[in-house]
């Protein structure tokens, strides 16, 4: 492998590892939900510029939508407030 291609694979699951590191301190302070939104609502304002909306039917994408992100870090973020940081990221 290239170590680009190395680099590549190490900070990916560094970068996730360290949202929940960051994620635990808020979680006690803040609603779950409240966090998950403001998470979800600072990538679309970022993404909105450079990503046309799909051609795709947009009532099987509001669908894959909500499991995929809206149910998973609802059930992730409200597991996180009973749970260690390193725990969670080894349950998750």
């Known amino acids: 492998m290239k170590p680009l291609d190395i680099l ?5 699951p560094a970068s996730w590892g360290l949202g929940i590191v960051f994620a635990k301190p808020t979680v006690d302070q803040f609603p779950s939900i409240l966090l998950m939104a403001l998470r979800f609502s ?4 970022l993404l909105v510029w450079f990503v046309r ?11 894959a939508a909500f499991i995929g992100s809206t149910l998973q870090y609802g059930l992730t973020f409200n597991g996180l407030k009973l749970l260690d940081a390193s725990t969670m990221a080894l349950l998750v």
Request: charged share 10%; proline share 5%.
């Open 8 to 12: 590549i694979a190490i900070c990916v």
């Open 42 to 45: 600072v990538s679309a304002l």
């Open 53 to 63: 909306v799909p051609r795709v039917s947009l009532r099987w994408l509001f669908l």
